[in-house]
C-alpha cells in the first residue's frame, strides 16, 4: 500500500501530520499523546486510516482503501 500520510514527532512531542509530503496538521498537548500511544501500537495500514480520520481527509476515498485491505 502506497504511504499516503506520514508524520514526524519533535524533541517536544508536537506531531506534524504530512498528506503527500505536504503538512496538513500539527497536533500537540493531550492530542499528540493520544496520537503517539495510538500509533505506536498499529501497523502502517492502520496508521494510514488514523491520520486520515484525524485530518480530515478520511472522505477522499481513503476508507475505500482500508475497508478492502481489512477484508
Not at 10 to 18: G, L
Request: net charge positive; aromatic share 12%.
Amino acid at each position: 500500500m502506497e504511504e499516503i500520510f506520514s508524520y514526524k514527532i519533535t524533541k517536544d512531542n508536537k506531531v506534524f501530520i504530512f498528506w503527500y509530503n505536504k503538512q496538513i496538521k500539527i497536533l500537540k498537548g493531550k492530542e499528540s499523546t493520544k496520537f503517539m500511544k495510538r500509533i505506536e501500537k498499529t501497523n502502517e495500514e492502520h496508521a494510514q486510516l488514523i491520520m486520515a480520520k484525524i485530518t480530515g481527509n478520511f472522505k477522499r476515498g481513503n476508507e475505500k482503501l482500508a475497508k478492502m485491505n481489512h477484508k
